[in-house]
């Protein structure tokens, strides 16, 4: 079966670092995406892993471990617009390269 | 990304009517999903297109719920004798296959 694991919500502080884990188990794997989502509007691509290790991107960093079904979103000195939702995604290899979403973590970022 | 065109972004449906939602892919992109997302939820994967073709549509309720992309034109998630239950956000990525999906900025659907 297909299965994306994240915590629901998470709350931090403006300024601090905050890291959102993602645990996969997917009968194919081609590679793990992290989405923002604000309220009522489109996600937004953030960042993709296909290979372990960590992938810096600005204040955002991803981290994947594939022997563990394993993933991070690591978001740095917090701003107030970092409030949203953070979905993790799974591409599913084979034929259909389909992207499985998890249910996200909705982060709420306090002054 | 404002690259993937859905339109309409609000569309208002009385039960029994059918809702008929379009998306077009950004320039170059070959791939059109089309997902689900009810309030305080998820994506719900629905079909995965490619022109002409059908790859995979194994999020699809086997009733009411059909999806094509044609050769020419954009690709439409068509719903037949909307329900209540059907009110939600359908959102269509696009991209080339083994890249980021982009996502248009969805459809708001509401069955009354």
């Known amino acids: 079966g297909q299965n994306i694991d994240q915590p629901t919500e998470m709350t931090a502080t403006e300024g601090a670092i905050v890291q959102i884990n993602c645990t996969y188990q997917?009968?194919?794997?081609?590679?793990l995406f992290w989405y923002q989502q604000h309220a009522g509007e489109a996600p937004t691509f953030l960042s993709y892993n296909v290979l372990d290790g960590l992938e810096e991107k600005g204040r955002f960093s991803s981290f994947l471990s594939r022997s563990k079904g394993y993933s991070y979103l690591l978001l740095k000195e917090l701003q107030m617009k970092d409030s949203a939702s953070y979905l993790c995604?799974?591409?599913?290899?084979?034929?259909?390269?389909?992207?499985?979403f998890g249910t996200g973590t909705l982060l709420a970022v306090q002054p | 990304n404002a690259g993937v065109m859905q339109n309409p972004r609000h569309l208002v449906r009385r039960r029994g009517q059918e809702a008929r939602l379009r998306c077009s892919p950004m320039k170059g992109h070959s791939h059109v999903y089309w997902y689900r997302q009810l309030p305080e939820e998820g994506l719900k994967f629905m079909v995965y297109?490619?022109?002409?073709?059908?790859?995979?549509e194994s999020g699809m309720p086997k009733e009411r719920f059909s999806a094509e992309f044609p050769k020419e034109g954009p690709s439409i998630l068509r719903i037949q004798q909307v329900v209540r239950g059907d009110s939600a956000a359908y959102f269509c990525?696009?991209?080339?296959?083994?890249?980021?999906?982009?996502f248009g900025q969805g459809t708001r659907l509401t069955v009354v």
């Open positions: 997917t009968s194919g794997f081609n590679g």
């Open positions: 297109l490619q022109k002409e073709n059908i790859i995979d």
């Open positions: 995604a799974v591409r599913d290899g084979g034929a259909t390269n389909k992207l499985i």
């Open positions: 990525a696009s991209g080339r296959g083994n890249t980021e999906a982009f």
